[in-house]
Structure formats: structure tokens, C-alpha cells
């Protein structure tokens, strides 16, 4: 028994540092790669109508294969937050790519930032800082998978009986 | 007329990401945990157990719907408005629909929380 109790805890802390990591994921991924799609975009130059297959090029530049590495594994991040949280949990944190947009426009692509942007920053800074201090499950639903839990447990304590 | 014609499209966007969202967290929920899957059976099984959910592929219809939507509103307004406008209106909508359709425990926090991030995202533009 003994030994079966830290083990436990020490799963809790893995979960949570997990569900950080990927919430984390969420909030910069979607931005960085934006980012890194405008940065490689830049380097391709403008394209015109006439001219679309120039678009292809695209798909060589090293910037835009990280920038679409990155949203693609934000499209991950994101539906694994899914499979375990509210989607009024997850959806701010989406929004937290907007930060991370402003922030690389500034230092990385050296663009200006006026002073209403930064406002807007804050903003949904204090929004998905205030919804990711709460429950990241609505309360019933984890009775519910904890009830079915339990009737599988029974159920297996059954037919071990 | 015209402006008519460019609130249709927004709100046939913010309905579409909205649905489309609403859509996917039902369906990852229906899934299970995906980590737990990746470490048991790897990352194919995941992708095969997502790609074979008729709800996953139905929200992202909707999103892919939306996008489209998003791309005729740009054609037909400025970027500076049809952006931020449909992006902050979609997470009010997100959140109605995830009240009344996923049965969410939307409280005073995230009503406010998606408030914030609403205003947040208009002010973005100027």
C-alpha cells in the first residue's frame, strides 16, 4: 500500500504538468506559426493572379515548412486539450496566439505595435489567465466518466468474483 | 445593401467556426483522452481514431465552411473589420453554443474571461 500511494501522486503531478505543457502548446504554437508563415511569405514576395502557381514555391521555403510544422502541431495540441477540457477552457487560450503575434511582430519582425494593441494584449492576457485558474472540467461531466468508471471497476471486480 | 450582405457573411462565419468547434470538442470527447491513446496503442491510432469519428470530420467541414465564408467577407469588406469582428463575435457564440448544446458549466469567470478576450481582440486593430 505503501508504495502504491506516492506512485499516485506522483501520476497527479504528471497529468497536470502534461495538461500545462499542452495548454501552453495552444496558446503559442498558433502565433508562432503565423508568424513564421509571414516571415517566410515576406521572402516569397507578393503573388499575383496571373501568376498563382508562384504559390507552390511556398512549400520549399524553410520558414513556411516550420511556420506550417508549428500550426499543425497546434492542431494537435488542440484537440488533445479537447479530449479532456471545456471548450470554453480551451477557446481563450487560442486566443493567447494573438499575444504571441503582437510580441514576434514587434521583436522579430520589428513592426509597430500602436498603444490600443497592447491594450487588446492585456486584455485577453487578464481573459485566458482568469479562465485557466478555474475547473478545466465541468464538475458533472467528471462524476459522470468517474460513475462509469466505477461501474467498469465493479463490473471487472464481478467477473473476477 | 452592401453592408447587409457583409453581416450575413460574418454571421454565417461566426455560426460555422462556432459550430465547427463545438462540433470537434464533442466528438474528442466521444474519443477519450488522446494522450492516453498515443501512449497505449501510438500516434497512428490516434489520427485513426480521429479521422474515424463522423463528428470530427463534420466540425471540420464546418470550419473548412467557414474559412470559405471568411474569404468571401474579406472580398467583400476590409480586413480590419471582417477579421476581428468575426474572430471576438465567435468566442461569445462558442461560448452560447457550448452552454446549450455540450451542457458547459459556463459561469460568471468565463462569461467574463470570453468578454475580456472579445474586447481584447477588437482592440487589436486599432
Known amino acids: 500500500m505503501s508504495t502504491l500511494r506516492p506512485r499516485g501522486l506522483q501520476a497527479d503531478i504528471r497529468v497536470k504538468f502534461k495538461k500545462i505543457f499542452i495548454y501552453l502548446a495552444i496558446a503559442c504554437c498558433n502565433g508562432t506559426g503565423d508568424v513564421l508563415l509571414k516571415r517566410g511569405m515576406d521572402n516569397l514576395g507578393e503573388i499575383h493572379l496571373n501568376h498563382w502557381t508562384h504559390i507552390f514555391n511556398a512549400f520549399v521555403d524553410p520558414w513556411i515548412v516550420l511556420g506550417i510544422l508549428f500550426l499543425a502541431g497546434f492542431f494537435y495540441a488542440y484537440l488533445t486539450a479537447l479530449s479532456w477540457a471545456d471548450l470554453t477552457y480551451v477557446l481563450p487560450a487560442t486566443a493567447f496566439g494573438y499575444v504571441v503575434t503582437a510580441f514576434l511582430s514587434r521583436f522579430f519582425l520589428h513592426e509597430a505595435v500602436s498603444p490600443w494593441r497592447w491594450a487588446g494584449v492585456l486584455l485577453i492576457t487578464c481573459g485566458v489567465g482568469l479562465v485557466a485558474r478555474g475547473p478545466s472540467l465541468t464538475e458533472r461531466r467528471t462524476t459522470e466518466h468517474r460513475t462509469k468508471d466505477a461501474v467498469l471497476a465493479d463490473k471487472e471486480q464481478h467477473e473476477l468474483a | ?126
Open chain 2, 1 to 126: 445593401m452592401n453592408s447587409l450582405k457583409l453581416w450575413v457573411a460574418i454571421g454565417m462565419l461566426v455560426l460555422a467556426s462556432s459550430a465547427g468547434d463545438v462540433m470537434l470538442s464533442a466528438a474528442m470527447k466521444r474519443i477519450g483522452d488522446l494522450d492516453d491513446i498515443r501512449i497505449r496503442k501510438g500516434l497512428l491510432a490516434v489520427i485513426g481514431h480521429v479521422v474515424r469519428e463522423k463528428l470530427f470530420l463534420l466540425g471540420l467541414a464546418c470550419l473548412i465552411f467557414s474559412f470559405f465564408c471568411l474569404l468571401t467577407a474579406l472580398s467583400w469588406g476590409d480586413a480590419s473589420l471582417v477579421a476581428p469582428a468575426s474572430a471576438s463575435l465567435t468566442y461569445i457564440c462558442s461560448a452560447i453554443l457550448a452552454k446549450f448544446f455540450l451542457h458547459e458549466n459556463v459561469d460568471r469567470r468565463r462569461w467574463l474571461s470570453a468578454a475580456l478576450v472579445c474586447v481584447g481582440v477588437l482592440l487589436l486593430v486599432k
